[in-house]
Every structure is written in structure tokens, then in C-alpha cells.
């Protein structure tokens, strides 16, 4: 076991443990300290009153090496030492966990009409320097903008008719073929969207979303994709070598 601290030594390093709490901290104290002066600093650690406080030493190695139990002593006149732990029983009645419950603890809420008019308040710094929110011309313009990638949409959307064979091609993703199910807005997802069915089954779907059915195609073929990435043309359907491979069924 380490030499005890005696109290003109440095400050020790102790695990303190309770009967309220789960957890130990590790702190450092020093042994100048009366017993007395120690329980207040332990109230910030447990959380439970000095006055109903019993201490017992135990050893790094767990051995129990006695209470401290004068007051007026020096914690540095007990065999304490760098890794020993304190114990704290509380006496005051409280049950364990009580301390460590914050569905306990009141929250105090300020109404929002007194948070407004408060000068120091986040709120009021914000709207003093125009940040975020407040920011009046970028909150304009990003509205602006917004209407232009809408409108954008919108007019891309309105080139793919409904029925017409496409080429889709999404960033990261291969190039796919398909077929125009349906073009607008959806419940989903904000903005304009093109569902297709894919000539194989790469899609996410069978054309019905969150409930809602917007087109009829066979599970896993469905897919919504933004009009900028399909292309309309004449794209004859991929058959994925079936009309070969039922030409050699004929055949024998």
C-alpha cells in the first residue's frame, strides 16, 4: 500500500462513492483539510448534507482502514493516500438514485413574451447582429431561390409526358432505363418528382409511397427520381435476354 499523505503533503487523488449514488467520482484533496471542511466539499459530489454525512476509509486494494469521524481532524492525520476511496452513507433519508433522477429536479420555464423583451438574452443578440433568422436579405433570398429551383422543376417536369420511355441518370448511380409513370408534386417530399418503372428491378417500390399509391408497377421496378436527371427519347425496353434465352427453350 502506498505511504499514507501525512497534512503538509500535496493533494491526494480519492474515489468517493455513496449510498445515494451509482457512480464514484475521482477527486483530488488536501490533506490539510479538516474532516469537517472535507464533508462540504463532498456535499458538491454526492449531493448529500455534510451534517448527515458517515465517512469510512478503504485502502486502493479495498481493505477498509476505518471512519473518519472527528471533525476537527486533518484528513492528512488518516492513512489516505493517492488511489484510496472514500465512502459517504447519508443519513438523511433520501433513497438511492434520488440525487441522480433529473425527472426530479423542477425545470424552471420562462414564457416566451418575457424571454423577447430580455437585452442579454441569445435571442437579442442574434437580432442585433442580423445572424441566422434574422438575417432579413438572406432569408429573402433563399426564399428567392427556392422559387427559382421550383420553377425550374416545374418546367423540367413539364417536358416528360406521361407513358414516354426515359434514361435516368442520378449521380453515383449506373444508367438506367425506364418508363414515365408519373410527373408532380408528392406528399413525400417537397418540389417535383418523376416516378418511373425501371425495365429491371432496381427501383424501391411498386409505385406506392408512404401510403399512397401513385403509380402500378411490380415490387422492387418503382422509383422516383427529380426531372433534371431523366431524359426522354426513344429508348426501346431492355428484355434482359429473355426473348433469346426462350428462343433456344423452342428449339429443343
Do not use: I
Given at each position: 500500500m502506498k505511504a499514507a499523505a501525512g497534512p503538509g503533503a500535496g493533494p491526494v487523488s480519492l474515489a468517493i462513492s455513496s449510498s445515494l449514488n451509482s457512480f464514484r467520482a475521482h477527486k483530488r484533496y488536501s490533506p490539510g483539510l479538516t474532516i469537517a471542511e472535507f464533508k462540504c466539499k463532498l456535499e458538491l459530489v454526492v449531493g448529500s448534507p455534510a451534517s448527515c454525512m458517515d465517512l469510512e476509509l478503504f485502502?486502493?486494494?479495498?481493505?477498509?482502514?476505518?471512519?473518519?469521524?472527528?471533525?476537527?481532524?486533518?484528513?492528512?492525520?488518516?492513512?489516505?493516500?493517492?488511489?484510496?476511496?472514500?465512502?459517504?452513507?447519508?443519513?438523511?433519508?433520501a433513497r438511492i438514485?434520488?440525487?441522480?433522477?433529473?425527472?426530479?429536479?423542477?425545470?424552471?420555464?420562462?414564457?416566451?413574451?418575457?424571454?423577447?423583451?430580455?437585452?442579454?438574452?441569445?435571442?437579442?443578440?442574434?437580432?442585433?447582429?442580423?445572424?441566422?433568422?434574422?438575417?432579413?436579405?438572406?432569408?429573402?433570398?433563399?426564399?428567392?431561390?427556392?422559387?427559382?429551383?421550383?420553377?425550374?422543376?416545374?418546367a423540367a417536369a413539364a417536358a416528360l409526358p406521361v407513358g414516354s420511355r426515359c434514361q435516368v441518370r442520378v449521380p453515383g448511380q449506373p444508367c438506367k432505363l425506364a418508363t414515365i409513370m408519373y410527373v408532380g408534386q408528392t406528399d413525400f417530399k417537397p418540389g417535383y418528382w418523376v416516378g418511373v418503372r425501371y425495365d429491371e428491378p432496381l427501383g424501391k417500390h411498386d409505385g406506392s409511397v408512404g401510403g399512397r399509391r401513385y403509380f402500378e408497377c411490380q415490387p422492387k421496378y418503382g422509383a422516383f427520381v427529380k426531372p433534371q436527371s431523366v431524359t426522354p427519347g426513344d429508348f426501346p425496353e431492355e428484355d434482359c435476354g429473355l426473348e433469346e434465352e426462350l428462343g433456344r427453350d423452342a428449339a429443343h
Open positions: 485502502s486502493a486494494e479495498e481493505e477498509p482502514l476505518g471512519r473518519l469521524d472527528c471533525d476537527e481532524a486533518l484528513l492528512g492525520s488518516y492513512p489516505v493516500a493517492d488511489g484510496c476511496r472514500v465512502h459517504v452513507t447519508d443519513r438523511s433519508g438514485g434520488e440525487y441522480e433522477d433529473v425527472s426530479q429536479v423542477e425545470k424552471y420555464e420562462m414564457d416566451d413574451s418575457d424571454y423577447e423583451r430580455r437585452p442579454e438574452s441569445l435571442r437579442s443578440f442574434l437580432r442585433q447582429q442580423r445572424w441566422g433568422r434574422y438575417d432579413a436579405e438572406a432569408a429573402e433570398r433563399r426564399a428567392a431561390e427556392q422559387q427559382q429551383r421550383l420553377a425550374q422543376e416545374a
